[in-house]
């Protein structure tokens, strides 16, 4: 009978249709997460119903708290949960039509403030498949809602660090993720700003809202207070330790007699007070040098063949300051009334 039951549930239309219907109950969600645990064909289906639901769903806020259950189950499929859920990174790259070459990421940005790094779930098969079948990570939606759902966004941020306060494991994954654009060091830099600039907002139209929207400003306010209160606690307990020991290790590396005079000590200019300090350094990458590859690694069985390519780039070392980027003193930063700023203008 249990065997039965087991191959029912791990059909993905019917595992589908019983996390919509019963989504939000203690009791099943501790049934089903018991399934998934060591079960890596239920785990998987259980991340693209979550990822597809977080698109289309009126009740994110219940799949959102059945997810924190999900992504904290302790196995050792934790952390092929993360990737499918929140994505990894990829610099972003283009391939023009009858181009033999790629360009690769600031070649492809504009403006400072725009995307540099896409996140794709390893449920596509390709980063350029990011998207398909509704399959979009939380990071990447996150990016794409803002000022769209941010109520969704608010409260996503609130159980992403809550997550991060509750589980190391999960805390470096988000920690360690590459930035957004270039005007960061991290993934969640823009984390704080966003937040404050939402309860700055909310409070302003509070003011001279009527008693019927009082009620919803009030709720969103309350939001984004705890979404501060998290992150004051995740930043005074895990990030504190980690920039601990990113300072130690950048006080060892310029303690070398020969980092003043070398590439990096020239270019990484990590003591300016304007730089966003962070460790370990970040590359931008610019225009490939030329056609050749070197493979590195290969791969190939009967159902797919898979290289590791190394190609020539331009490269600098990044300098975010949160605004700008110093290593690209030229890129503007386009503001939210559509006009562009330069650094200096800035200063």
């Known amino acids: 009978m249990m065997d039965s039951f087991n191959k029912l549930m791990n059909k993905s239309a019917f595992l589908n249709k019983v996390v919509e219907e019963n989504v939000g109950s203690a009791k099943f969600e501790t049934m089903l997460l018991s399934m998934a645990r060591e079960n890596y064909g239920t785990s998987r289906k259980l991340a693209k119903i979550f990822l597809k639901a977080f698109g289309a769903s009126q009740q994110m806020s219940l ?30 790259t283009d391939n023009k039509f009858r181009e033999t070459k790629y360009t690769y990421g600031v070649e492809n940005i504009m403006r400072i403030n725009d995307q540099a790094y896409t996140y ?37 941020i609130k159980d992403l660090i809550s997550l991060c306060i509750k589980d190391e494991v999960i805390a470096k994954f988000i920690y360690n993720m590459p930035p957004p654009s270039y005007q960061m060091a991290r993934y969640t830099d823009w984390f704080w700003d966003y937040i404050e600039t939402q309860r700055q907002e909310h409070e302003k139209y509070d003011q001279y809202s009527t008693l019927s929207s009082q009620s919803y400003l009030q709720t969103r306010i309350n939001m984004t207070k705890k979404c ?18 990113e300072d130690r290790q950048i ?70 300051t949160s605004m700008f980027n110093l290593s690209l003193p030229d890129k503007m930063i386009r503001t939210k009334s559509f006009t562009f700023k330069s650094y200096v203008q800035c200063k």
């Open 63 to 92: 799949y959102l708290k059945a997810l924190k259950r999900y992504l904290l189950i302790k196995d050792s499929l934790q952390m092929k949960r993360l990737e499918w859920v929140f994505g990894v990174a990829a610099i972003k």
């Open 120 to 156: 794709t779930s390893t449920l596509c098969s390709s980063f350029n498949n990011s998207g398909a079948n509704g399959v979009i990570c939380l990071l990447e939606r996150l990016l794409s809602q803002r000022g769209r759902a941010d109520d969704f966004v608010l409260k996503a």
């Open 228 to 245: 501060l209160a998290k992150w004051e606690e995740f930043s005074n307990g895990y990030i504190k330790t980690c920039r601990e020991e």
């Open 251 to 320: 006080a060892l590396m310029q303690a070398d007699p020969a980092f003043a005079e070398s590439h990096i000590g020239q270019n990484w200019l990590i003591n300016n007070p304007e730089v966003i300090r962070h460790w370990p350094p970040i590359y931008i990458v610019g225009k490939q040098v030329n056609t050749e590859k070197a493979l590195i690694v290969a791969f190939e069985d009967e159902f797919c063949k898979v290289e590791l390519l190394e190609i020539d780039c331009e490269y600098n070392y990044s300098n975010p």
